[in-house]
């Protein structure tokens, strides 16, 4: 299992912004330049990726290809990450792989990729139905399908339902929508029609609480007070779930704001269900302060996006359309061996 590694220490040492970039002026002839363009840069998460893409460099060759790998800031994302990918196309990389932090925002800009032949490839985060045409493949987790996972953690504990508050990242972001979706219908015991899903208000005995749910927009210190004044003010919440791991990348603000309910996730009566199942997670999850996690492989979505590029700008076909990577479901009984794809 991948340990992890801190973003300051990527930030500091591998990211480049855009603005020092300058495309090869014969990328034919040299070295390919991939661009993977993550939310944002302080996220756990998105550093795996990183390490995955590393990784494909190193064995397809340095001399041959190059994973560029920036994004916006701390909390950018939506309109800050178009541009970038539009200064990227501008600038004439070899090929984007991008997780869409807003997926109208990102297809904006991408018919100059199209018109210009770079291949475009999502991951993590989709473009929406209508704006698939940008790009090659989405290459990443099925996202409705973490939504039903944890809405399976919770089920398990509360088979008849209760009160429940669902976290999500950015309102806008597809991938997040998805989950929820994947939440609310499982509980429901409904297909609704599109994302984020209907609202639950009673169906199968579930209900969400007034104010929710919240979006962190990726603010780590945002998530953990929302968590914490939440359980503040619904103390006979039954489950609190979310579809991104948020608090969890800031393990000691969060277990300070779980402390005084450790007794009730330990007797299920409080049911805490998280996405993602990075290492610092997985300890959370062993010490107490979560029910469960279900994890994706972010490690092998940056992996497959240069491989996928790489291999088609040498000819080779494109890769499926979706590429699904994968999910691992853990509770504190697996922990220590949930995760198959790296975290």
């Not at 853990?330 to 922990?335: F, L, P, Q, S």
């Amino acid at each position: 299992m991948m340990k992890y590694v801190t973003t300051a220490a990527f930030a500091a040492a591998a990211v480049m912004t855009v603005a020092a970039f300058t495309a090869p002026a014969q990328a034919a002839d040299k070295k390919l330049v991939i661009a993977v363009v993550p939310k944002n840069l302080n996220n756990p998460f998105f550093d795996q990726a990183k390490i995955g893409c590393e990784k494909a460099v190193a064995e397809i060759g340095a001399d041959k290809v190059e994973c560029y790998f920036t994004g916006p800031g701390e909390h950018g994302g939506g309109d800050e990450q178009a541009q970038i990918v539009a200064d990227l196309i501008a600038k004439g990389v070899d090929g984007i792989g991008v997780s869409a932090a807003n997926a109208a925002a990102i297809a904006a800009v991408l018919p100059a990729a199209k018109e210009k032949g770079i291949p475009v490839i999502t991951w993590d985060s989709d473009l929406l139905p209508e704006n698939k045409d940008l790009r090659v493949a989405y290459i990443g987790t099925h996202n409705y399908d973490i939504g039903v996972g944890l809405a399976k953690v919770i089920q398990a504990k509360k088979p008849n339902g209760g009160k429940i508050c669902i976290q999500s990242g950015g309102a806008a972001a597809a991938n997040h929508n998805e989950r929820m979706q994947g939440i609310r219908d499982t509980l429901a015991g409904v297909q609704s029609k599109e994302s984020p899903g209907d609202r639950l208000t009673g169906q199968n005995g579930w209900t969400e609480v007034d104010g929710c749910p919240l979006y962190t927009n990726d603010d780590f210190p945002l998530s953990v007070q929302q968590l914490e004044d939440t359980l503040n003010k619904y103390p006979d919440l039954d489950a609190f779930t979310a579809t991104g791991g948020f608090a969890q990348f800031l393990p000691d603000a969060n277990k300070a704001a779980l402390e005084k309910h450790k007794g009730k996730i330990a007797d299920g009566s409080l049911v805490l269900a998280v996405a993602d199942t990075l290492q610092m997670q997985l300890d959370q999850l062993k010490e107490g302060y979560s029910t469960g996690n279900v994890g994706q492989r972010p490690m092998e979505m940056g992996y497959k996006v240069i491989y996928a590029i790489y291999d088609m700008k040498n000819g080779k076909p494109a890769p499926a359309d979706p590429t699904y990577t994968g999910l691992d479901t853990c509770t504190k009984d697996n922990a220590d061996t949930c995760t198959k794809g790296g975290n």
